[in-house]
């Protein structure tokens, strides 16, 4: 594999010295961009665009030919294991992830456990290979997975779900069951990076989108220790160049002294936190990763310049900062407005890295 | 009007000493309760069952008749203003509210500017009356509102949103337009509570659904400011009774000590804030309502009681602290948990305002 020309990311992931922040922006190849769109009518479907090594490769490159971006994330879904799972993925058009065999009992627990998902995954794997012989050491490539509570969540609800009602229900019903769960897909999920990593993988992400549904208590017990293990699995995994992991809680704004202290390289923020607050709260233990308002993207380019310097004094001086938004990109932003962005972050971070 | 005879509720907002932690819960009357169906049903519609007195009273009392609750709350919908602003509010099955006539420029403002949705509420200030006359002093009458930000995002919106582009295009594009809808909104609701104080409300809440999807900045300006300009109005309307005030921001847990220092008498607490670190976040400069997570009541009986002591213990000894769900009640609830939960509460309680 060739020199990484661009280790800026890598470098503030590692709380090391860099020139100007780095930035990349989550679901930075997605649908806001039209030839995204286009290679996604090309598939057909959705799972199809994931499955197919060499359309995930396509689109994950595409907006670094737009944008100057410091990394590339693999073209993915956070719902990968439970479909390798047999649990049945479909996506219906603006509905959202849905499951024709969620987990209803002991029973799903049981015949899953005995499953190895990480053999119906190879796919994910080869897109990796591919995407990193195809970057050519331009910008290091991000791999990433769903958070144990997160891939429960999905498994037990069957969908998106706005109350919860069922894998709550289990967590307060049946605590043991859910235990049962999440410690299947701990060991699935650390399989799934490290195995992403041998392919490749320069740094890791775990996306717990449902881990801010919780109380605290909740929250340490059912997401955040099956997180912990996973990190702990990934620290013991030996590699020639040390592989920065980033954990993000959607909503997780206050409990992020825990979610540092799990030994992660670096904290995602969402945009409800601010910057500064999360320094002072974890100090310098980790590098933080955020954190503009995805929405901010729909206001103009004054506003979108302004908010980018204000995330970066809230940083402030110092080493651990990779920028970007609080959430994924949504749909129906300009494209011309995250090259905004992009220029802004280059022009004015170089200021907040140079000696006092 | 008679006295009250519980009034529980009432010394706990001012942080009076009380012989018991008083209890109620969010959506107390609603459809996990078989009468409400029964009396929803016989109104045809929810937005029927909200604008007739006599139905919206029975509805509003059926909870007390099950559980010794230590309030009862006008029985409404938050989008009442916008309603009788001519938007046509509409409830389809399973959907949420719906606007046939959302705001989507700056005429639609001047519009409404020239209102005096007041007019059109009657009905509701009827509701209240009846329910005082009815309730005969036994417990306190909640009334409430939606605050300025949470309806201008259904108005702007036109429905439930998961992403808010329209309200926050307009934050991040246009503010001038959103700080002229914010304040039509204020004035709005500080004549609407007023009026709920006149008609009898002997406490309020203000529900702020959606200032938890704002950034901190935004939060503060948005949602915190319009809602500081009601709690102002309504401290100066003289009243032979102080009326409580109650602040809620669902996942405001980071903004606490500035919602506290509005000047309102009370803060509630979704389940995701500890009520402990609330509580030293804040001082005692307010009492705290919540914050037990509302699934909690999927659990075992063992479960809730030993949920609702954790709930005691953090808050602790001292004066100052309504019970309550950290959201409303989910409609799959077993009506026979919540009585788990009051006795829970009725019987822990007391430990909690012993003289030391």
């Given at each position: 594999m060739p020199a990484l020309q661009n280790d800026l990311f890598i470098r503030a992931l590692l709380q090391q010295p860099v020139e100007r922040t780095p930035v990349w922006i989550m679901r930075q190849a997605g649908?806001?961009?039209?030839?995204?769109?286009?290679?996604?009518?090309?598939?057909?479907?959705?799972?199809?665009?994931?499955?197919?090594?060499?359309?995930?490769?396509?689109?994950?490159?595409?907006?670094?030919?737009?944008?100057?971006?410091?990394?590339?994330i693999l073209f993915s879904d956070i719902l990968t294991i439970p479909d390798a799972m047999g649990l049945g993925l479909q996506f219906s058009e603006g509905e959202g992830p849905r499951f024709t065999h969620?987990?209803?009992?002991?029973?799903?627990?049981?015949?899953?456990?005995?499953?190895?998902?990480?053999?119906?995954?190879?796919?994910?794997?080869d897109a990796v290979r591919l995407i990193r012989q195809q970057l050519n050491g331009r910008v290091p490539l991000i791999g990433f997975s769903g958070s144990p509570w997160t891939l429960a969540t999905y498994m037990v609800e069957g969908q998106t779900s706005k109350e919860f009602r069922k894998i709550k229900t289990m967590l307060y019903k049946e605590p043991q069951m859910l235990e049962r769960l999440l410690e299947i897909l701990s060991a699935s999920i650390s399989a799934y990076l490290t195995a992403q990593i041998d392919a490749g993988a320069q740094a890791l992400m775990i996306f717990?989108?449902?881990g801010g549904v919780l109380s605290r208590e909740a929250y340490l017990k059912y997401s955040l220790a099956p997180m912990q293990q996973i990190v702990n699995k990934l620290l013991q995994h030996k590699t020639a160049v040390e592989v920065p992991i980033i954990l993000f809680t959607k909503g997780g704004g206050t409990w992020l002294p825990e979610i540092a202290a799990t030994g992660c390289h670096a904290v995602g923020l969402d945009w409800t936190t601010e910057i500064d607050?999360?320094?002072?709260?974890?100090?310098?233990?980790?590098?933080?990763?955020?954190?503009?308002?995805?929405t901010i993207l729909y206001g103009t380019d004054d506003t979108i310049r302004t908010e980018v310097k204000k995330v970066l004094?809230?940083?402030?001086?110092?080493?651990?900062?990779?920028?970007n938004l609080g959430h994924g990109i949504q749909q129906f932003v300009d494209p011309d407005k995250v090259a905004v962005l992009v220029d802004a972050v280059r022009e004015f971070s170089p200021a907040f890295h140079q000696p006092d």
């Open positions: 649908r806001y961009l039209p030839e995204y769109r286009a290679t996604r009518k090309r598939a057909g479907d959705f799972l199809t665009l994931c499955k197919t090594p060499e359309l995930a490769c396509e689109v994950t490159l595409q907006p670094l030919e737009r944008y100057e971006f410091d990394a590339a969620p987990i209803t009992n002991a029973n799903d627990i049981d015949r899953i456990a005995e499953l190895e998902p990480i053999n119906e995954l190879e796919y994910v794997f717990d989108t449902w607050h999360a320094r002072a709260s974890i100090g310098d233990k980790v590098a933080l990763q955020g954190n503009l308002d995805p004094d809230k940083f402030g001086k110092g080493n651990g900062h990779v920028f």
